[in-house]
C-alpha cells in the first residue's frame, strides 16, 4: 500500500508541475489518438460487416 501511494504522489506531483498548455494539448492528443467508438464498443465485426457489403 505504501508503494502505490507513493507512486500515485509521484503521479500527481509530475501532473501538476507541467503547464496548463503542455495539459492541455496532451488530453487532445490522447482524444485524437482514441479508437473509432463502434471498433471500441463492437470490435472488429462491424469493420467486417462493412467490407462485406462494399465487396456486393
Keep these: ?3 502505490y501511494m507513493k507512486f500515485m504522489t509521484q503521479q500527481f506531483v509530475r501532473y501538476m ?3 496548463k498548455e503542455e ?14 467508438l463502434l471498433s471500441h464498443w463492437f470490435g472488429m465485426i462491424p469493420f467486417s460487416l462493412k467490407m462485406l457489403f462494399r465487396r456486393k
Design 1 to 3: 500500500m505504501n508503494d
Design 17 to 19: 508541475d507541467q503547464p
Design 23 to 36: 495539459r492541455k494539448r496532451l488530453r487532445e492528443q490522447r482524444k485524437q489518438e482514441k479508437p473509432p
